[in-house]
């Protein structure tokens, strides 16, 4: 299974935006780079995912460097609802199983 | 609207003793899942389920089953429950299986 490394933790300010950055170095060409998010004491969230473009949707957007070696999620106002722990998963789509391989993630503090 | 909800919200019980998690989702989605979070906050794949192939982590023993009665329900059944197992267990769907993942809120098993 392809990994994901990400910080343990980040801080950034209320209204300001956010860069959560993701390395995945062994990544394949049939991985998409998916992305979860979990607020405290709840189930965790989908936010975005990609193959290799860019992606932006009403929660976030996705950068994907040219090589996919690694990517950012951008979150471009962030809240203090936005405080969760973020996963960076990789699904590789020949896989049958096609089951998401969660890390520890990155836990996003956001300061008022 | 409760997509995926899950029943109970917490289930404290004794050691030896079988227990039951409930599942539902109201979005029509073919695949259901299963996951277990332990107290490091790793998520685990316990169990995918798409029409009707089951599809079973190796590391889980065999004393957790998965049984779907239908494709809106697939419920989480535990024989002789050990200290270990004090988890919270996430239900999730999805409308294919390399669709996102839609989670409940969680069962927190305390297990004693």
């Known amino acids: 299974d392809a990994k994901t490394t990400q910080p343990n933790s980040m801080e950034s300010n209320e209204e300001e935006p956010v860069h959560l950055p993701c390395n995945h170095s062994t990544i394949s060409g049939t991985d998409y780079i998916h992305w979860y998010r979990q607020l405290p004491s709840q189930g965790p969230e989908y936010v975005i995912h990609?193959?290799?473009?860019?992606v932006n949707n009403r929660m976030a957007s996705l950068a994907i460097a040219e090589d996919r070696k690694s990517s950012t999620l951008i979150l471009h106002r962030a809240t203090l609802r936005d405080a969760a722990v973020y996963y960076c998963i990789l699904r590789d789509v020949e896989d049958s199983n096609y089951q998401l391989i969660w890390g520890a993630g990155t836990k996003l503090i956001i300061k008022p | 609207d409760t997509a995926v909800s899950q029943t109970p919200k917490y289930l404290v019980t004794q050691m030896g003793n079988d227990k039951s998690i409930k599942c539902e989702q109201n979005?029509?989605?073919?695949?259901m899942y299963w996951y277990k979070q332990d107290s490091k906050k790793f998520l685990k794949i316990m169990f995918s389920?798409?029409?009707?192939?089951?599809?079973i982590n190796e590391t889980v023993p065999n004393r957790f089953s998965p049984k779907s009665p239908d494709k809106a329900h697939l419920n989480l059944h535990i024989n002789s429950l050990e200290l270990g197992d004090s988890a919270v267990y996430f239900c999730a769907s999805s409308p294919e299986y390399y669709n996102e993942q839609f989670f409940g809120p969680g069962t927190r098993l305390t297990v004693l």
């Open positions: 389920y798409n029409n009707k192939e089951l599809i």
């Open positions: 990609g193959l290799t473009s860019n």
């Open positions: 979005l029509g989605h073919d695949t």
